[in-house]
């Protein structure tokens, strides 16, 4: 089945680490990505893992992936107040071009 | 190299009414896909067109539609408006074309108020 969950707030304060969740059902899933959405504007890409993977470090972003539990986590190093947004997990479904997304969680920083 | 665009990015219409998006991708991507986001139901998959074939199709009714044109361009259509069509709709491009997933780029969006 499809269904991916995110927990749906989290509030950090400037300089600490933020680590969203999600977990997700499709065991066939080849990528799960993490997407950010600032208020009235698109998706911004901000990284993505293969299934076969467990971690992969971009800058300040950490993903790790485990696949066993179905669980995905994203872990912002120095979170500053321009992370503020809501941020999905997505997982592609093997074969399509079609990803299924979390509800978000919306990410609050406060000085 | 330019992003995915969306026009226009604000729509109002009326119930009965019907609309067409428009999406032009990132230069060289052949693959397009439409979202639609809404509070209640969050980011749903609409369909997803490939070399002006339509590849697949999300849990949508017939009303809502979409077409590919030859420069890779995409538009969608709506007919007989209803209130919750009202929506964030988010098109996607990509460059794989072998039905195997790639990575998506998203336009700003397209927001839709049916009154």
């Known amino acids: 089945g499809e269904d991916v969950e995110q927990s749906l707030f989290l509030s950090v304060r400037e300089g600490d680490s933020s680590v969203i969740n999600c977990t997700y059902t499709?065991?066939?899933?080849?990528?799960l990505y993490w997407y950010k959405q600032e208020p009235g504007a698109g998706l911004q890409l901000l990284t993505y893992i293969f299934s076969n993977m467990d971690m992969k470090q971009d800058q300040r972003l950490t993903v790790l992936l485990n696949k066993k539990d179905k669980h995905l986590s994203l872990r912002i190093a120095d979170t500053q107040t321009g992370d503020s947004a809501i941020y999905f997990c997505a997982e592609s479904i093997r074969g399509f071009q079609k990803l299924v997304f979390g509800t978000g969680t919306r990410l609050l920083v406060s000085p | 190299k330019a992003g995915v665009t969306q026009t226009p990015r604000y729509l109002i219409k009326t119930r009965g009414q019907q609309v067409t998006l428009s999406c032009s991708p990132i230069?060289?991507?052949?693959?397009v896909s439409w979202y639609q986001q809404t509070p209640g139901q969050g980011l749903q998959f609409l369909f997803e067109?490939?070399?002006?074939?339509?590849?697949n199709k999300g849990n949508f009714p017939g009303r809502f539609s979409g077409r590919q044109f030859s420069n890779s361009r995409s538009e969608m259509n709506v007919s007989t408006l209803e209130l919750g069509d009202s929506a964030l709709y988010l098109c996607a491009s990509g460059t794989r074309g072998t039905g195997a997933t790639d990575t998506q780029y998203f336009g700003p969006g397209t927001r839709l108020t049916v009154l």
């Open positions: 230069s060289g991507h052949r693959s």
């Open positions: 067109y490939f070399s002006e074939t339509q590849r």
């Open positions: 499709d065991s066939s899933s080849t990528y």
